[in-house]
């Protein structure tokens, strides 16, 4: 018997040192943990001046001289966003640290100004031109174009990253990233005008971008004092744009409706930096700036009246998107 529980005992321990022989030394695995991230904060939004409203020649071709300034290019707003995942530790190919991540956000701005444009006489014309571009609207001497602009603004979306993480020094880590990603713009405009009590106009039109794509981040982050770390982090994506455009226009009683679509490559830049406060274990509320760039948002150039071929007619064109965010955030782990 032990004779037995002898050989038993040198077996057993016979199998854990070959089984701690056999384990890789480059894979160390250990608890897995999930966080989550909900932030939110006031928003501005810089976009291209709307073009609808112009001052027009008062002879032959009656070509569009000049764009009318009837509001800011900035709209203000509010912001919502958020991020889970989970990271698990892994030491391989350089990282130390695993993540696959989702995180979204969705921006609305609104700007809405009324102004007037007096006639003074001869040389001057205020007015627009009708969205088929058959024919255009311009004050009489003496008499005053009043218009009324609203605009409205949603841009948000959504990136997915598998992003590794790897000690820079004894407080410093740094974090590269990659994944798919899509956002959306949707811009919508409402004018009305009118001539002196004269001919009246009420305009709407929805402008809508899918940009689809990829992007990639990296950031580096660190502890500023036990309780409280900072970092920064950037975002490069490049998405194909694909932009539709719908109008419908009423003038004394007349309707007109256009459409347009178009496709480009556009591309996009964040820089965003973070301060980091922990609650205890579990909890960490954070205070943020972001910067946000947009390229190929499409605005809308109305044209001119059929005399004008040098103005040409509605068609879409490019220009850019600039985006401030602050606030606070709440993140927790699990």
């Given at each position: 018997?032990?004779?037995?529980?002898?050989?038993?005992?040198?077996?057993?321990?016979?199998?854990?040192?070959?089984?701690?022989?056999?384990?890789?030394?480059?894979?160390?695995?250990?608890?897995?943990?999930?966080?989550?991230?909900?932030?939110?904060?006031?928003?501005?939004?810089?976009?291209?001046?709307?073009?609808f409203f112009i001052?027009?020649?008062?002879?032959?071709?009656?070509?569009?001289?000049?764009?009318?300034?009837?509001?800011?290019?900035w709209s203000q707003?509010?912001?919502?966003?958020?991020?889970?995942?989970?990271?698990?530790?892994?030491?391989?190919?350089g990282f130390d640290?695993?993540?696959?991540?989702?995180?979204?956000?969705?921006?609305?701005?609104?700007?809405?100004?009324?102004?007037?444009?007096?006639?003074?006489?001869?040389?001057?014309?205020?007015?627009?031109?009708?969205?088929?571009?058959?024919?255009?609207?311009?004050?009489?001497?003496?008499?005053?174009?009043?218009?009324?602009?609203?605009?409205?603004?949603?841009?948000?979306?959504?990136?997915?990253?598998?992003?590794?993480?790897?000690?820079?020094?004894?407080?410093?880590?740094?974090?590269?990233?990659?994944?798919?990603?899509?956002?959306?713009?949707?811009?919508?405009?409402?004018?009305?005008?009118?001539?002196?009590?004269?001919?009246?106009?009420?305009?709407?039109?929805?402008?809508?971008?899918?940009?689809?794509?990829?992007?990639?981040?990296?950031?580096?982050?660190?502890?500023?004092?036990?309780?409280?770390?900072?970092?920064?982090?950037?975002?490069?994506?490049?998405?194909?744009?694909?932009?539709?455009?719908?109008?419908?226009?009423?003038?004394?009683?007349?309707?007109?409706?256009?459409?347009?679509?178009?496709?480009?490559?556009?591309?996009?830049?964040?820089?965003?930096?973070?301060?980091?406060?922990?609650?205890?274990?579990?909890?960490?509320?954070?205070?943020?700036?972001?910067?946000?760039?947009?390229?190929?948002?499409?605005?809308?150039?109305?044209?001119?009246?059929?005399?004008?071929?040098?103005?040409?007619?509605?068609?879409?064109?490019?220009?850019?998107?600039?985006?401030?965010?602050?606030?606070?955030?709440?993140?927790?782990?699990?």
């Open positions: 018997m032990n004779r037995i529980l002898t050989t038993a005992v040198m077996s057993c321990l016979s199998f854990s040192q070959y089984a701690m022989a056999s384990e890789p030394t480059h894979v160390s695995l250990h608890a897995p943990h999930g966080f989550a991230v909900v932030e939110v904060g006031p928003a501005l939004l810089n976009m291209k001046e709307t073009q001052q027009r020649g008062e002879s032959s071709p009656f070509a569009k001289e000049a764009v009318l300034d009837t509001g800011s290019s707003g509010g912001y919502i966003g958020g991020e889970f995942g989970h990271s698990f530790d892994l030491n391989k190919w640290q695993y993540t696959v991540s989702l995180a979204a956000d969705w921006t609305r701005t609104e700007t809405d100004s009324s102004s007037s444009f007096y006639d003074t006489g001869a040389g001057v014309r205020f007015g627009w031109v009708v969205l088929d571009n058959s024919n255009g609207y311009g004050t009489p001497n003496g008499t005053t174009l009043t218009t009324m602009t609203d605009r409205q603004f949603d841009y948000g979306g959504a990136t997915v990253l598998i992003s590794g993480t790897r000690k820079l020094g004894d407080s410093l880590d740094l974090t590269l990233g990659a994944g798919p990603s899509f956002r959306r713009l949707l811009e919508k405009n409402k004018y009305h005008g009118e001539l002196g009590g004269g001919s009246q106009v009420d305009h709407s039109e929805d402008l809508s971008t899918n940009y689809l794509g990829g992007a990639i981040k990296a950031s580096v982050s660190g502890n500023l004092t036990h309780d409280l770390k900072g970092s920064v982090s950037g975002q490069i994506g490049i998405y194909r744009a694909d932009s539709s455009f719908n109008a419908q226009q009423t003038i004394s009683s007349n309707n007109y409706s256009e459409t347009r679509s178009r496709s480009l490559m556009s591309y996009s830049g964040d820089v965003k930096g973070t301060l980091s406060y922990a609650l205890d274990e579990y909890w960490t509320l954070n205070g943020f700036g972001r910067l946000t760039y947009l390229s190929n948002v499409p605005t809308v150039n109305y044209g001119s009246s059929p005399q004008d071929t040098a103005n040409g007619k509605l068609r879409l064109e490019e220009d850019s998107l600039l985006g401030i965010n602050v606030g606070l955030s709440l993140a927790a782990r699990f």
